[in-house]
């Protein structure tokens, strides 16, 4: 059973099968070993994966030294095998400790999340190690080395997933490297654009004084930078003769010119040869194309109104009397609605909507407020005939298919407060997940705030944490247990990380006041989930956070006026449905990739650890 508990924890720390990394791992784990880590120093899942970093490549101006090379960066739940592992934190900033001989040593690190795919490590030369932890903990005040982490695998070695490029549309550019007028291309004739796939960026070449032709990059994610200005990353999967895979860069647009300026650095960071926006080793000046498709006459003298109570800015949504633009950062598609036609009572609207690529047509959009914050929109399959000149009542709306439908769920930009449905704190043990448990509790003063802790049932040693605004809830009927009853939606914000992506939303059912049942339905919520069936049993286990008198949990909606203004599970996308920093001399690059998982929400990491629990017996019994 104790080979059993050490084989569990290593997978609970998503350790790849890398004998050089396991040693390090399994020290924190085997009872009086030389070396234990501190209670609650770990890494969110959010960091957690396989990441390449450059080691080698261009020099000052653009100068090839020598191919640019790259490094396999393992961050599993408590160490950077390849730097140490997690000692203790400090804020932001975390203490690794490696070992060197005989000697233990602390070097201290912060790791900023800049997308899903990027992380940015700030540390001193990260072959500089301290005996004292004091003087490593002094040292976190002298970070000045930036490096950039890309994310090169998900988990289980699957290929990573993009994001949508911010870079929307077809355009036209001008082109220039490294100030360079032998490598041009002065005219407005080269084109980009991210049609079919909105997470690839497709530049093609033309009328330049070098060879013409064509590149695709994927979009690993953008951030903001300075002066407004924001960066850009991207990979080049096919890139050879030592070019570099990944690459960094800065835009920003300017509306008054209708232009957009971006540049790019010389190598994979963020900093070689790149000044701004519109000065670095490559340099592009893009002009929106022109668009072709002309809006039909009918919806020109048409135009009808979407409701008072969704107007103005949503999360990925901008309402605006009767259009509404929306971007699908699941489904790489960005839309532009105008409503001809609207029934706010049965919130359908007859629609023609056009991607950002110029394809178009007529569909039914279906729009509901949810709570005060919160509202759904989706779109209805019909089987009324396309519109035509004969059509002049616009059938679309009528004799709509309903049944399957997949709701984007959306949170208003400037909401009120959204008191939580839960009240105090409760506990329990999560399915299938052997030893491992779960806490959930509210904030009596912050009533809109929500915790999430994954901890250790028997010893209490903290794997995961999270804190949740509450943005707003609502019930509907679900099937819980076969029968037909009301289950609550509520719709939240990650409020302890600084990525885009952080919506999540949560359906719930309440037994009575001591036992709750509650399943991540996904960032959009998800529906034909049972609470009882799928999700985790929990238990009242004290009062809410703040020692004040706590009710008794209202898992209900908090009542608005409908007229006036861990833990997540994929969900399908909605166009289905419609400066280099050497690494240290000890570092060891390895040709065969160690593989290490991402725990990236709480169904996923269930998933896999019962695909390792069936090998994990099978290797116990031999």
Known sequence: MESMRILLLIILTGIASCQSEMSVVLRDYIPNSESKTTGGCYFPAEYQGEFVMQVSGMGAGGIMYEPIQYSTINITFNSIPVWGYCHERKGDNVLLMDRYGEKDCVRCIRLQQRSRNVIEVFSQALNQCYTRTKLASESCAKLDTASILYRAKEIGGLAIRNEYCPIRGQYHFKYTINNDSSFE??????????????????????RCNFRAHNLTYNCLGSWPGPNGSNYLALWDPDAVDGRPQYRCGLYHVDNAQGKTYMAFSSDSSCTQDLNNSSSG?????????????????????????????????????????????????????????????????????????????????????????????????????????????????????????????????????????????????????????????????????????????????????????????????????????????????????????????????????????????????????????????QGMRLSKKGHCYGNLPSPAPTFKPIKTNPHDPTLRITTTPWSKISGATQMPGNTVSSSIPCRSSTYTNLTLFVTVLIAFLNAAFSYTLG
């Open 185 to 206: 291309c002065n005219s407005f004739a080269s084109e980009i654009n991210n049609c079919l796939d909105g997470s690839v960026l497709h530049w093609n070449f033309k």
């Open 281 to 533: 080793y490559e340099t592009l000046i893009l002009s929106k194309r022109l668009n072709e498709k002309k809006v039909p006459d009918y919806v020109q003298k048409h135009v009808a109104t979407f409701p008072k109570w969704a107007q103005g800015v949503w999360e990925e949504s901008f309402i605006d009397n009767g259009t509404m633009t929306f971007t699908d950062v699941n489904g790489y598609n960005s839309y532009t609605f105008i409503t001809v036609h609207s029934n706010e009572v049965l919130g359908r609207y007859s629609a023609y909507s056009t991607e950002q690529c110029e394809q178009s047509t007529f569909m039914c959009l279906i729009m509901h407020q949810r709570s005060e914050n919160v509202m759904e929109f989706t779109i209805a399959h019909t089987d009324a005939p396309i519109f035509g000149p004969l059509n002049l009542d616009f059938p679309i709306c009528n004799d709509l298919i309903m049944n399957d439908l997949v709701w984007m769920t959306q949170a208003r930009i400037e909401r009120v407060e959204s008191p939580c449905p839960i009240t105090g704190q409760y506990h329990g043990e999560i399915p299938d997940l052997l030893g491992m448990c779960a806490e959930i509790s509210s904030n009596c003063n912050t009533r809109e705030m929500m915790y999430f802790r994954v901890i250790d049932c028997e010893s209490g040693e903290l794997f995961e944490e999270r804190t949740y605004l509450c943005l707003g809830q609502w019930e509907e009927k679900g099937k819980v247990k076969g029968e037909d009853k009301n289950v609550t939606y509520t719709y939240t914000m990650r409020n302890d990380t600084n990525t885009k992506y952080k919506h999540e939303c949560f359906v719930g059912f309440m037994v009575d006041d001591d036992e709750i049942y509650i399943k991540e339905a996904g960032d959009h919520c998800v529906r034909n989930i049972d609470p009882i069936k």
